[in-house]
């Protein structure tokens, strides 16, 4: 995972993303400096100022923890509580998470101005291979070196690295000694566990991104076969830390070098830079619109790439659409399906089709639709390890409309779980008085058992939201004790974050088939999974010549039938543990906690400016 990804992945919703280094604002100063629109001593300004906010924020947050430990110490035995001294731990953890990806954050961006400005010492073969004339003299370059680390020694002896208040290292061991006497009985080791426990069920500890190495499909090592031609790996515009993960997982050093811009006029500008003659090259674009590319424009790209390798000799082109847009549109899904197979693709890849049929209008065309379900079941299995003995009767998954029942049924039966769908009929309305009515009122109806169960509304495009929180409304209402959001596309079109934020659920849990990263810093309730491996393994396979549904089948025997439907029992450790969380309300510390004032007024202003 590259860290920008990681910053929104990890970074404390508490106190937003404003609170961090300006990470992906300074890469856009890089890009205007290489552009030579913006000089370097904004850049520097930037960056120091970035820092100065860092120790301003660091200074409230440890005066609050300051506080919170002091009363705590002064506190007798007997009158400490649980709660407490979880909120103290907790609060430390969160505060040197926070010095932990600020620090990274500094030296990546330091490392990436040497990068792109060409002063990093390069190796002889590297040398050799450079042809863009140096930016700055032997002097300036000199100069700028010095000014990066001095820079980086700042940064380590800030006062967010070196706190004159608290130890946080020792704070959360004094917790662990304050939790041992108090309720352990002295056993130390005990109360490191417990206190790791509270921490890890923390929404501050839990990454809302997964990283692609930890997904069902993902494997260390591909197989490699040699071919006669060579694997080559294509990406527009859309999404391509999608094909930057696959080209990681296939063991590619690096995307093939593509030139994929736009003209000022909004035409397309595209130029494959690598020579491709004979090779077997794979087109990695998602149909779905962005911040910055309409649909309009990414289909167009996808149709003139397969246009440009045509016209550089490639041997076969496969177009791998992770997201196909109008799949519930006859008319537009046809035309679309006729461009690109008159533009001469040979194949098509695509994940989790909204039907089997939409298939016919790509004619002869073979079609490859891979299913990422086994994903999903990974990730609630983990999920619900610690707080789930028997799924079949505390897990439901339900079809948000009768039409959707084939996957749910699917999920239902690999996670071993209950099975219940939503049903919309039209009812005929009450006449009034010396009237004739003719109104109808569409009415829905709960099919299965929810009462008393955690409930996984499965979908396959997550679009507008207004079907599925109404759903999660009526299955909250008929008893379901909590409600888990799961779509393989996330479109998040119009008002849907606003409708899903509103709504009784717990999570929205999406695959990265469509890029979420401009959501992650606004959107708490989504999780991405990602799909890299899967598609890493199909395309290594189509390459190969090699079957995908033995794939499909051969990934799904990771445990018995049998076992699926109860966990096994806790271990007598695991027992010691979840018995001291017995009794305490853990609400407030393992859910997300909002509050207009979660911002220092430093941390506004710089908000403001970056703005």
Known sequence: MKFGQQLLSEFNLEWGLDAYVGYKSLKELLK???????????????????????????KNQETTLYDSTRVLRDTSQEKVSKKDVFECYNQAKAI????????????????????????????KDEEAQVEEPPMFSKKQETELRLRCDEFLETVEDSYFQNPEKVDLAKTMQDMEIVYSESFANGDEILSQDVLEKVWSMDHRSQSRIIDYTDAHYYKEK???????????????????????????????????????????????????????????????????????????????????????????????????????????KKQPMSAFAQMITKMGVDRI??????????????????????????????????????????????????????????RAKEFADELGCGLATVIRRRKEEEEEENKLSWK??????????????????????????????GVAEEVVSAGATEVYAAAVHGVFAGQAVERLDNAPIEEVVVTDTICQDDLMSSFAKLRVIPVAPLLAECVDRIHSEASLGGMMKARRNYTPAVSRRVSAMPTSESHDILSHLEGVDLTTLTKLQTSDGRLSPVCLEQKKMRK
Do not use: W
């Open 96 to 123: 040197h998470r926070y010095q932990d990806l600020n620090k990274l954050c500094f030296e990546k961006i330091i490392k990436k101005f040497l990068k792109r400005m060409g002063l990093r010492q390069r190796k």
């Open 32 to 58: 205007d400096i290489k552009a030579k629109k913006t000089d370097v001593e904004i850049f520097f300004k930037s960056i120091q100022e970035d820092l100065q906010m860092v120790n301003l924020f660091f």
């Open 222 to 328: 591909l197989r490699k076969r040699e071919q006669h031609y060579a694997c080559r790996i294509l990406c527009g515009s859309t999404n391509r830390s999608l094909a930057r993960n696959v080209s990681r997982c296939l063991g590619h050093k690096s995307l093939c070098n593509a030139r994929v811009a736009t003209f000022a006029n909004g035409e397309c500008n595209l130029q494959v830079l690598d020579n491709i003659r004979g090779d077997d090259v794979f087109l990695f674009q998602s149909a779905s619109f962005t911040d910055e590319v309409s649909l309009a424009h990414a289909q167009m790209e996808l149709l003139l790439l397969v246009h440009t390798c045509r016209l550089a000799s490639a041997a076969r082109i496969t177009a791998v659409m992770p997201y196909m847009a109008y799949q519930s």
């Open 440 to 469: 109808f009122k569409e009415v829905s109806e709960i099919v299965g058992d929810v009462k008393g169960k955690i409930c996984i509304i499965l979908s396959c495009i997550l679009d507008e939201g207004e079907n599925m929180a």
């Open 349 to 406: 890849l695509t994940v989790d089709m909204l039907s089997g049929q939409i298939q016919g209008y790509f004619e002869s065309t073979p079609l490859d639709n891979v299913k990422v379900l086994m994903e999903f079941v990974k990730y609630f299995r983990e999920k619900f390890d610690n707080k789930v003995e028997d799924y079949a009767s505390q897990v439901c998954i339900v079809s948000p409309r009768s039409t959707a029942v084939d």
